[in-house]
Nanobody
């Protein structure tokens, strides 16, 4: 099992910034990916960004240039720095951990991000 503890999120005005953090613990193997998904009301959950243990990243097109994902492998923690936030970024953001050894995914409890116009 892998446990994920998220922090960050909240209410911010358009153009503002927020930082999300997610710490993983438990049965973690060195080769993995950590990332963030989001789900807005009435919409499907979508991948926002991920970063592998080797440092490879990928971003949703609509957040490129505004969001930055990073990780501290020593702490098994992933960060999502969100700048220039827009009302359409409003959603519940979920941390995701993928363990490559068996392709299992684990999820955080979700944190609300609300961007007011």
């Amino acid at each position: 099992q892998v446990q994920l503890v998220e922090s960050g999120g909240g209410l911010v005005q358009a153009g503002g910034s927020l930082r999300l953090s997610c710490a993983a613990s438990g049965n973690i193997f060195s080769i993995n990916a950590m990332g963030w998904y989001r789900q807005a009301p009435g919409r499907q959950r979508e991948l926002v960004a991920f970063i592998t243990s080797g440092g490879r990243t990928n971003y949703l097109d609509s957040v490129k240039g505004r969001f930055t994902i990073s990780r501290d492998n020593a702490k098994n923690t992933v960060y999502l720095q969100m700048n220039s936030l827009k009302p359409e970024d409003t959603a519940v953001y979920y941390c995701n951990f993928e363990r490559f050894s068996d392709s299992k995914h684990y999820w955080g409890q979700g944190t609300q991000v609300t961007v007011s116009s």
